[in-house]
Nanobody
Framework: QVQLVESGGGSVQSGGSLRLSCAAS????????LGWFRQAPGKEREGVGFSSRDGRETVYTDSVKGRFTISQDNAKTTLYLQMSSLKPEDTAMYYC???????????????????WGQGTQVTVSA
């Protein structure tokens, strides 16, 4: 089992930056991929960005490319999402996710995730 705990959400004005963190514990050596999803009110959950555990493969949804960056600490126990040039449409609950199985496709679908964090709210005002 893997436990994921997010932090770093908050409120920021349009154009601002935030860094989300996802601390992983438990059987972290079993993790194959990890990443971020988000869900805005009244909308479906969508993938934001993902990384292979070794960090060699990353992928982002088109709407955040060039603005968001995924990284990990050297111990591979903390996943970060650096968000810059934030827009009001980035407002959502952000969830960290991971899995110990290869996804059916890359980027992963939410149904591929085996582990979820509790979520952290990001609010961007105009």
């Amino acid at each position: 089992q893997v436990q994921l705990v997010e932090s770093g959400g908050g409120s920021v004005q349009s154009g601002g930056s935030l860094r989300l963190s996802c601390a992983a514990s438990g059987s972290t050596s079993s993790v194959i991929w990890l990443g971020w999803f988000r869900q805005a009110p009244g909308k479906e959950r969508e993938g934001v960005g993902f990384s292979s555990r070794d960090g060699r493969e990353t992928v982002y949804t088109d709407s955040v490319k060039g603005r968001f960056t995924i990284s990990q600490d050297n111990a591979k126990t903390t996943l970060y999402l650096q968000m810059s040039s934030l827009k009001p449409e980035d407002t959502a609950m952000y969830y960290c996710a991971a899995a110990s199985r290869f996804p059916r496709a890359w980027p992963p679908h939410e149904s591929d995730a085996g582990y979820w964090g509790q979520g952290t709210q990001v609010t961007v005002s105009a």
